[in-house]
């Protein structure tokens, strides 16, 4: 058996990072597309349309994200197609993060007053063009920090790919562990990968938030 | 001796003096009303008096004890002197019974059944006998208020500082408020108040001290700073003089 | 070809699922009651207590929100034995999940006691209370009250959080998933039972909550 030095450890962690990043930022942005388009649905005037995002949302918010990667990787094989464990993994949390995301977008829709869309309304805008030039505007403000807190949430999601054998840091770490039996370093410093990677995201979400309102209190 | 003391009391916000050298004694038994325009301390005054905020210079002495901002002096000391605030302040998780029932159990250590009856005895006195077991958020802000003096009269204590309590009512129900200022006071307790209510304070206070920019401008029995004022700044502020 | 649903072949495992569902209940009982009572602890010193404390406490909190549960759960279980401390499977699966949801609740209660209004803390003082007596007699409930929908969106977070916990092969609702499927051979429906389960179990829980929260914060109906 080869000797593992602590710095082979890193390396060999901080390679495995790059897919943790990949898978993330892949998820991030596929979610953040399905998200809003569950957002519109939930917010237009429709009740089929509101009643299929809620249950959606339900769903998704309601089960464990671990479930819902299973079951992206075992349904495929229903019907005799194998998916690689990345695909399955980007599917998942692509749906996972929708459901969070739209969730919290749409409590920042409803945070814009209801005179906001009654003054576009009084001047003639069609429902899509209040939401367009007077609500989605100020709601962008107010997502931007809960947004970008909700990413540090996808990083640590990517973890549980892990369990269906996506190779990223945390599989990396139970590898290395099993080659060195040093599960005490070994962890400890996927820990701190994590946290490093987490860690300014939520700083700049709470920077962010501290600026917007403060900046929203003074008009 | 005096029941409250404040000599040449200074209290500073940052580089804003708010109290500028106050210099009061107040008798056991004695009704007083701080009369003045907003902004001239009369608040901060009452707050300095139950330790609520410190000061910077100058001393307040409350039968023999100086206020200071030792915790355990200060609870020593607030258990002679109740308050009574604008907002009520009741606190909303407990029914009314158990409001008045608090303090005396927590700090006095009384037992419960000696709370209960005391507390029961109180509400009776400001006349909530039937709302042992309300909670705030049922009340009407009267009814609050008198809840509040009924808390604060359970802990036994020698004055009781009032600041604008009657301010956050509506009108209707001030008197009813009032009223029971007015009973406290024929039973000789001693009061001190910020108030806007110039009959209740003519009718009812013994001295009324009229601040002006954080300093006391003129003191007197209502008689005589109600048709004698000395001051122009007084003079203006009961309207008979024009700003 | 066309494949055919087999769900009674996962359901006749009925008594593996009510043990995992046990298990499950089990652990966030244990994960709730414990981390939420961390959870106060570690908000009032990180609001009022001394300096170092209140810094040991922050990075705690920083460091257990910003990595994975499953790192935290592998690092107790795998980890801590190298330090001499070695934790039985579900013994390691409580604690992590108390530590977890620990760290959570101290933000989310300590959001809660910043907003309780100047007031009540200036009456309490002005009664005599000390500091302690205040906060345990006038701060603490409405400063739950206000934050409970919080605090029970993220206890189910934790609930379903707990499905890692199978990875310790510790034996709850997923455990339960993966014990059928090597049996049954039918993962998909496996699975799938398994998610049901988990939501139903989601709501269940969230009314709960809220009835729980009816009757611990009773004042609130009045309003
Ligand atoms: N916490 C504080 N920080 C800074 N300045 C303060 C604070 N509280 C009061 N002040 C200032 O102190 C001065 C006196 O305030 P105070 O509340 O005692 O006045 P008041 O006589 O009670 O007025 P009002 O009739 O409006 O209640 C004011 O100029 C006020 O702006
Ligand atoms: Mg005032």
Redesign the interface.
């Known amino acids: 058996m080869m000797a593992f030095s602590t710095w082979d450890i890193i390396r060999n962690l901080l390679l495995a990072t790059r897919w943790t990043i990949a898978l993330s930022l892949a998820a991030f942005i596929g979610g953040g597309l399905l998200g809003f388009l569950i957002l519109v649905l939930r917010i237009i005037p429709s009740r089929a349309a509101g009643l299929a995002a809620r249950a959606y949302i339900?769903?998704f918010?309601?089960?464990?994200?671990?479930?819902?990667l299973?079951?992206a990787f075992?349904?495929p094989?229903?019907?005799?197609m194998n998916v690689p464990a990345w695909v399955a993994a980007f599917c998942a949390l692509t749906a996972w993060s929708a459901a969070f995301l739209a969730e919290i977008w749409r409590g920042c829709v409803q945070a814009v007053p209801l005179g906001q869309w009654e003054a576009g309304a009084s001047l003639g805008l069609s429902y899509a063009a209040q939401l367009r030039h007077i609500v989605l505007p100020q709601a962008l403000r107010l997502a931007i920090a809960p947004t970008v807190g909700f990413m540090?949430q996808v990083v640590?999601?990517t973890?549980?790919t892990?369990?269906i054998g996506f190779v990223e840091l945390?599989k990396a770490?139970?590898i290395i562990?099993n080659a060195t039996f040093?599960?005490?370093t070994?962890?400890?410093c996927?820990?701190l990968i994590?946290?490093a990677l987490?860690?300014p995201i939520?700083f700049g979400s709470r920077w962010l938030e501290g600026k917007l309102n403060v900046a929203h209190h003074a008009h | 001796m005096s029941l409250i003391t404040l000599t040449d009391l200074h209290k500073s916000y940052g580089p804003h003096e708010v109290l500028k050298g106050i210099s009061l004694t107040i008798e056991a038994g004695e009704v007083i009303a701080l009369i003045g325009k907003s902004g001239s301390g009369k608040s901060t005054l009452l707050r300095c008096i139950n330790g609520l905020e410190p000061f910077q210079r100058g001393g307040i002495d409350i039968t023999g004890l100086p206020v200071t901002t030792n915790p355990a002096e200060l609870r020593a000391l607030r258990q002679r002197v109740g308050m009574i605030f604008q907002q009520f302040n009741l606190f909303p998780h407990m029914t009314v019974g158990r409001n008045v029932m608090l303090a005396p159990m927590v700090v006095k250590k009384q037992s419960k059944a000696h709370a209960e009856a005391t507390a029961r005895q109180m509400l009776d006195r400001v006349g909530l006998a039937g709302r042992f077991d309300s909670y705030p958020g049922q009340m009407s802000g009267g009814q609050q208020q008198r809840v509040a003096i009924a808390r604060a009269l359970a802990m036994e204590p020698l004055a009781l500082l009032c600041d604008e309590i009657t301010s956050a009512l509506d009108p209707e129900l001030v008197n009813e408020v009032l009223a029971v200022m007015r009973d406290l006071a024929r039973q000789g307790m001693t009061l001190v108040m910020v108030t806007h209510e110039m009959r209740f304070a003519r009718e009812v206070c013994h001295r009324l001290v009229f601040m002006h920019q954080g300093r006391i401008h003129e003191v007197g029995p209502p008689a005589e700073i109600f048709t004698a004022p000395k001051t122009t700044e007084l003079r203006q502020f009961i309207g008979l003089e024009p700003v | 070809m066309t494949y055919h649903f087999d769900f009674g072949a996962v359901l006749v495992y009925w008594p593996a699922l009510l043990h995992g569902v046990l298990i499950t209940l089990e652990l966030t009982g244990f994960g709730a009651v414990l981390g939420v009572g961390l959870g106060i602890v570690c908000a009032y010193i990180r609001l009022g207590g001394p300096r170092p404390l209140r810094f040991i406490i922050g990075v705690y909190v920083e460091m257990i929100r910003n990595t994975p549960f499953l790192v935290q759960l592998f690092f107790i279980f795998f980890g801590l034995p190298a330090l001499g401390l070695s934790l039985s499977a579900i013994a390691a699966a409580i604690l992590a999940t108390v530590i977890n949801l620990g760290a959570y609740s101290t933000e989310i209660i300590r959001a809660g006691i910043e907003g309780t209004p100047a007031g009540q803390t200036e009456a309490g003082a002005s009664l005599g209370l000390t500091k302690f007596e205040s906060f345990r007699h006038i701060i603490l409930k409405p400063a739950l009250a206000r934050i409970w929908p919080a605090l029970s969106a993220q206890i189910i977070i934790v609930m379903l959080g707990t499905a890692i916990c199978s990875q310790i092969a510790v034996q709850e609702l997923t455990y339960a998933a993966s014990f059928i499927q090597s049996r049954s051979f039918r993962a998909f429906e496996a699975y799938f039972v398994v998610t049901a389960l988990y939501l139903a179990l989601a709501i269940l829980l969230r009314q709960t909550l809220r009835l729980g929260g009816k009757f611990l914060f009773p004042w609130e109906r009045s309003r």
């Open positions: 339900e769903i918010q309601g089960t464990p994200l671990l479930m819902q299973f079951l075992f349904a094989a229903l019907f005799g540090v640590k999601g973890a549980l892990s369990i945390s770490g139970s562990t040093a599960p005490f070994v962890y400890g996927v820990a994590y946290f987490c860690w939520s």
